[in-house]
């Protein structure tokens, strides 16, 4: 199946810093968002991007399907901002199914 | 809007004994799809249901099921517990089904296998 590897696994960064997320995927997808898991397990949508840049406050993404990686960028973090970031891609599988697989995440921690 | 319901939001269950989770999708939507959480494998997609049908599944034994009613509203299914299953669910609704648009998730139900 699909690999999706995201890096950097884990993050430490001052508030207001900004940081740059990786999401690589090892084959064609049919479409990709990224999710903030905050510290009660909720995942909260920040955006379906399956190509192209999209911008929300602080918060932007850019998919390069052909490439086949996303970028989550977030300027001026604040605490916030802390907890888990997956991205997901879907896929078709061999056979016809369909398939979501989640990457590895990336654990921000931003401190005041 | 409501967004997605699960029940319950907490669960402890023995080994070998079965239990039922429930979500409710976002009014509208008519995908639902289940995932499991756990620190050692992250988040694994279990199936999804669409009109009331399995449309695609991923790598679970048998021992998990799920089915959907005509509101849309979806129950999951484990059955004999075992350890392992002590898991974050969670479930996701969307309008179309898959290949997906955006899919919004519930809280999730956590279960615990003793």
């Known amino acids: 199946g699909i690999q999706v590897e995201q890096s950097p696994p884990d993050l430490i960064l001052q508030e207001g810093a900004n940081s740059t997320l990786r999401c690589n995927f090892s084959?064609?997808?049919?479409?990709l968002q990224w999710f903030h898991q905050n510290p009660w397990g909720q995942l909260i949508n920040l955006f379906y991007?399956?190509?192209g840049t999209k911008q929300n406050g602080r918060l932007s993404a850019t998919t390069v399907a052909t490439e086949r990686y996303s970028l989550l960028y977030i300027s001026s973090s604040q605490t916030t901002d802390s907890g888990v970031y997956f991205c997901a891609v879907e896929y078709r599988k061999a056979g016809g199914y369909q398939k979501v697989t989640f990457g590895t995440g990336t654990k921000l921690q931003v401190i005041p | 809007k409501a967004g997605v319901t699960q029940t319950p939001r907490y669960l402890i269950k023995t080994r070998g004994q079965q239990v039922t989770l429930s979500c409710s999708p976002i009014s509208g939507h008519r995908s639902v799809s289940w995932y499991q959480q756990t620190p050692g494998q992250g988040l694994q997609f279990l199936f999804e249901y669409f009109s009331e049908t399995q449309r695609n599944k991923g790598n679970f034994p048998g021992r998990f099921s799920g089915r959907q009613f005509s509101n849309s509203r979806s129950e999951m299914n484990v059955s004999t517990l075992e350890l392992g299953d002590s898991a974050l669910y969670l479930c996701?609704?969307?309008?179309?089904?898959?290949?997906?648009?955006?899919?919004?998730f519930g809280p999730g139900t956590r279960l615990t296998v003793t």
């Open positions: 084959d064609s997808v049919n479409n």
């Open positions: 996701a609704s969307s309008l179309a089904p898959s290949p997906r648009d955006e899919q919004y």
């Open positions: 991007i399956p190509s």
